[in-house]
C-alpha cells in the first residue's frame, strides 16, 4: 500500500489582524479563523493523495485565546491519520505578540476530508506514516477520533430526517 510520511502534507500560514478581520471586541473574528482553518486542512489533505478533496466534517474548532490586532497568527496543518477515502488534519493556531514576540496556542481543530475520483466518488488514499512525538501521539489516537464521528454521522442524518425543509413563508 502507498505510503506518505505527515511531513510531506506539512504546511504553514503566517497572516496579519487586519481591522477588516475583527469583530466588535476588536479580536480576530471567528468565522476568518475557521476559514483560515479549513483552507490550510485542505491544502494539507491534497498534498497527501494528490487528489480532489472535500471537508466531510470538522470536529469542533477550540478558540483557547483571542487573537489581537497586534498578534500575527500562524497556522500549521498537517495529515494525522486516514482511512479508506478519509483523512484526517491536525490544525494548530499560534497566535504571537509582534511587539512582545510572546506566542501561544490560540486554537487547535481536527478536520476530515473525503478523496474523490473523476467521478466524484470516495476513492482509496496512501496510508500515513507519523515520525515525531506529536504526529505519534495524534496517530495513535485517531481511531478513537474516527468511531466518534462515525456516531455523530448517525446521529446528524437521523435529526436531519427529524427536521423539516419547509419555509415559514410556504
Ligand atoms: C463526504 C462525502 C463525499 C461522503 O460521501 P458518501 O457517499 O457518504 O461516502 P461514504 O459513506 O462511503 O464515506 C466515505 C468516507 O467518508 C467518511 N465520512 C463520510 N461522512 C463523514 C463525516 N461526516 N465525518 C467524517 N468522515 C466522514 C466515511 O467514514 C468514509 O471513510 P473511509 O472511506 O475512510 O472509511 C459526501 O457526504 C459529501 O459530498 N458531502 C458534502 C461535502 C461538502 O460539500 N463539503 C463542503 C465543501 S468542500
Given at each position: 500500500m502507498e505510503q506518505r510520511f505527515s511531513r510531506e502534507s506539512r504546511c504553514y500560514k503566517t497572516a496579519r489582524v487586519f481591522?477588516?478581520?475583527?469583530n466588535n471586541h476588536n479580536t480576530l473574528f471567528g468565522g476568518k479563523l475557521m476559514a483560515y482553518i479549513d483552507d490550510i486542512a485542505s491544502i494539507a489533505a491534497t498534498k497527501h493523495c494528490r487528489r480532489s478533496v472535500v471537508t466531510?466534517?470538522?470536529?469542533s474548532v477550540d478558540f483557547l485565546y483571542p487573537i489581537r490586532p497586534t498578534d500575527s497568527v500562524c497556522l500549521e496543518a498537517f495529515v494525522t491519520w486516514t482511512g479508506r477515502s478519509s483523512i484526517e488534519v491536525f490544525v494548530k493556531v499560534v497566535k504571537e505578540?509582534?511587539?512582545?514576540?510572546e506566542r501561544e496556542v490560540a486554537a487547535t481543530s481536527f478536520l476530515t476530508f473525503v478523496a474523490l475520483d473523476s467521478d466524484r466518488r470516495p476513492v482509496a488514499v496512501p496510508a500515513v506514516v507519523p515520525e515525531t512525538e506529536e504526529e505519534l501521539k495524534l496517530f495513535e489516537t485517531a481511531e478513537q477520533r474516527a468511531e466518534m464521528r462515525r456516531t455523530r454521522r448517525e446521529q446528524s442524518k437521523r435529526f436531519a430526517e427529524f427536521l423539516t425543509v419547509k419555509h415559514p413563508w410556504d
Open positions: 481591522p477588516t478581520d475583527v466531510a466534517s470538522t470536529d505578540d509582534l511587539l512582545r514576540g
